[in-house]
């Protein structure tokens, strides 16, 4: 099934490419080939099929609103999926993604001025709730199936457990009225294909209303766990509070509101690290093991929100 939604979904790529002729010499090529998407290139259009069990409805909303905010998300070319081995599809210009290679000009001014800007968005009705912390719901419940016997499973399912329940996913989020990304990182960056196209936010699979720190929480937990620089750090929040961000105060402390979904985004990196190594058969690396000591850290900590667990 994988290799023939594969050729199926470059196909259609090409076509949505190309939809007068069927003679191009563009190349084609696979971006991505997860559980959760599978992504095809064909010269400037991207086709990607989305995670098995998703539907158009519940795209329909998320495609909408990239539509209406075209200078901070990615516009879809279309926005109706279609149906492809009973996922949906949809197509997107191709954009330049953040490269690897170059940390030093990783876009953090765009990522905390784009964010800042889809924060301040008013929800659209309809809107679902943004699904980052079912996705670290999920990651934690592939360790308890997966690994739970690991060595460094304990601490990780321990500081999960020290969450309120809404960044667990059990009860809804104290927010719903804030547009939220649900899943920021630097690859989901990509430099608009128009000449001299800026940044923009791609992939909506998670988009919806909630706590708008979660967005911010990946970098807060790298930072924290001493993995990302704290020049870059400062880059990305001042950028974020340059633009009116309204996730956390524009004055004061940060970790306030910061604190619970930065340890929830750590638990969900550290469970999706060690099913990742136990599925490998490898040893934990340097970076992993940095995120599991910072939830053994998490674990005596008050109820009061605070820095320390990375320290």
């Keep these: 099934m994988t290799a023939d939604l594969l050729s199926e979904l470059t196909v259609r790529a090409r076509r949505a490419a190309h939809p007068r002729t069927d003679d191009c010499a ?125 060595p460094a499973a304990g601490p990780v399912l321990r500081a999960w457990e020290t969450l309120p329940p809404w960044a667990r996913d059990e009860r809804p989020m104290p927010d719903t009225t804030t547009v939220c990304h649900g899943d920021l990182h630097l690859g989901q960056l990509v430099r608009h294909p128009a000449p001299g196209g800026s940044w923009r936010l791609i992939d909506v699979d998670d988009l919806g209303t909630g706590v708008p720190a979660w967005d911010l929480a990946r970098p807060a937990a790298w930072y924290a766990c001493g993995l990302l620089p704290p020049e870059e750090w400062t880059r990305f929040l001042d950028a974020y509070h340059g633009a009116d961000g309204p996730a956390v105060p524009p004055d004061g402390d940060p970790w306030s509101a910061l604190d619970v979904p930065a340890r929830a985004l750590t638990a969900q990196t550290a469970a999706l690290a060690i099913t990742k190594a136990v599925a490998a058969d490898r040893a934990l690396d340097e970076v992993e093991q940095a995120l599991i000591d910072a939830c053994a850290r998490m674990c005596p900590v008050s109820p009061q929100l605070t820095t320390s667990f990375a320290k």
Excluded: N
């Excluded at 696979?30 to 599978?38: G, I, N, S």
């Excluded at 879809?76 to 993604?97: D, E, M, N, Q």
């Excluded at 784009?114 to 309809?126: E, N, S, V």
């Design 26 to 150: 563009c190349a084609a090529a696979p971006l991505a080939q997860r559980p959760d998407a599978t992504v095809v290139r064909h010269g400037p259009t991207v086709a990607k099929a989305h995670a098995p069990g998703s539907t158009a409805g519940d795209l329909a909303p998320r495609l909408a609103l990239a539509a209406a905010l075209p200078a901070v998300l990615l516009p879809p070319l279309s926005s109706t999926p279609v149906a492809l081995h009973g996922r949906p599809v949809t197509f997107w210009p191709y954009g330049t993604p953040v490269d690897p290679e170059d940390p030093d000009a990783a876009p953090w001014e765009a990522a905390g001025a784009l964010l800042a800007a889809l924060h301040r968005t008013p929800a659209p009705d309809g809107l679902p709730p943004m699904r980052g912390p079912a996705k670290a719901a999920r990651a934690i419940a592939r360790l308890r199936e997966g690994a739970p016997g690991h």
